[in-house]
């Protein structure tokens, strides 16, 4: 079959891919247009795998909030440039939209999940085509909204960092924008100081282990190593001090000119800003953190 300028120019306008490849894929389907699609979509699964190893260290995060529900996931990508270009932000877009209406609980979900007829995986596959680079969807995590709670959502350097929080409070908040104001805040808190964990209890045991041989080590290291019913109790103070580092609501709330007494997040929520809005408890219950990359 004669592969016309006319047909390639359609699979061209169905796909965005270049003139040539749309060519090749035409003569290689002998002219089969649906064919021709699949194959180039089969051709991005080949660049994805070919692209495994390279780097997919930037990209974006992106969050979204509904009303009962709060979201993040990472899509990445190997050049800062590519997070800006228009297929990449439509597919992003798709994704989000899945997102916001559809029972999405993994990356597998959202991949699979289809967004007006069109599956997000092949779109996907599409855009690794065009593009050639490294692009995947890395992350997804989800918070189901709890009654008499709050969400605070804040991207940090055009998506670099995402972070979603999530207070509950106890009582009739008399400004909303300002409970609203309270879970963003702390949304920065975790953006820029990092905890691994909500609170103690949800430290990973490696953690608290890691930290025990590095304040053990520490102590034998400085040549006043204490007599040894004394070891143990230098060891805990260390990682007592570590927690207050890597657990939010431990962490010294970071404005100063909100908490003048260097209240850490649980007692800053509890003594400042629930007394403020007539709550009688606030606490934070539950984050989400993403930074591109990792």
Not at 68 to 89: G, H, I
Not at 192 to 220: G, Y
Not at 263 to 281: C, F, M, N, P, T
Request: aromatic fraction near 6%; glycine fraction near 4%.
């Amino acid at each position: 079959m004669q592969i016309t300028a006319s047909l390639v120019n359609e699979l061209r306008q169905k796909t965005g891919v270049g003139m040539m490849q749309c060519k090749k894929a035409l003569t290689e389907t002998d002219g089969d247009m649906d064919k021709a699609v699949e194959l180039l979509r089969k051709q991005g699964a080949a660049v994805a795998a070919k692209r495994a190893d390279k780097a997919a260290k930037e990209g974006r995060i992106y969050l979204i909030e509904t009303a009962d529900k709060a979201a993040a996931f990472e899509l990445s990508c190997e050049t800062e440039p590519v997070s800006n270009n228009d297929d990449f932000v439509a597919l992003a877009n798709m994704a989000v939209k899945a997102v916001e209406t559809q029972a999405i609980a993994s990356v597998e979900d959202l991949k699979n999940a289809v967004v007006d007829g069109k599956k997000i995986n092949d779109v996907l596959q599409d855009v690794l085509v065009k593009i050639q680079e490294n692009i995947d969807f890395r992350k997804f995590a989800e918070i189901k909204k709890v009654a008499n709670s709050v969400f605070g959502v804040y991207s940090h350097m055009k998506g670099k960092i995402g972070v979603i929080t999530e207070l509950a409070f106890e009582g009739t908040a008399s400004d909303e924008a300002a409970l609203k104001q309270a879970a963003k805040d702390i949304a920065m808190q975790a953006a820029a100081f990092a905890p691994v964990a909500l609170n103690d209890a949800a430290v990973p045991a490696e953690t608290i282990e890691k930290e025990k041989e590095i304040a053990k080590a520490q102590i034998e290291a400085s040549g006043k190593a204490p007599k040894p019913e004394f070891l143990q109790r230098q060891i805990d103070g260390r990682v007592a001090k570590v927690l207050k580092e890597i657990v939010l609501e431990d962490q010294e709330f970071f404005m100063s000119e909100k908490n003048p007494k260097k209240l850490s997040v649980k007692d800053y929520l509890q003594e400042v800003v629930a007394k403020q809005l007539g709550l009688s408890s606030l606490k934070v219950v539950n984050f989400i953190r993403f930074e591109r990359g990792n």
